[in-house]
């Protein structure tokens, strides 16, 4: 009886065993790919923002001109939360906008770096 309980127990330890080195395994390959969807967005973000800051009416930020490349700089320097300060929004809806960018920015590159 003792043979068959020790055969038993090594059985469940190889089983045991090989479910978490092939667990372990999956889960690195998984975070691997989810690591790069979620730069691959971070980095989307940023052209996708400079667009719908170039679309928003004059006079939503100041020391903004309005142009796809000023906002792109706009958009790398707000989703990074570097904040320069020489380009900032003055209407409540640009500052809506700028909100979501940052709040976007700094879930997405938590995701990355998780």
């Not at 372990?24 to 667009?51: C, D, E, K, T």
């Amino acid at each position: 009886m003792t043979d068959l309980t020790e055969q038993l127990h090594c059985l469940v330890a190889q089983i045991s065993y090989t479910y978490t080195e092939l667990s372990m395994n999956m889960n690195y390959n998984n975070q691997h790919r989810w690591s790069g969807i979620w730069g691959f967005a971070f980095v989307l973000l940023i052209p996708l923002f400079a667009f719908f800051y170039s679309i928003m009416p004059d006079g939503s930020f100041h020391g903004y001109d309005g142009s796809f490349w000023n906002g792109l700089y706009y958009s790398v320097v707000t989703i990074t939360t570097l904040g320069f300060g020489d380009v900032y929004p003055t209407l409540w809806y640009a500052r809506l906008l700028t909100s979501l960018e940052v709040l976007f920015g700094v879930i997405i590159i938590g995701f990355f770096l998780n």
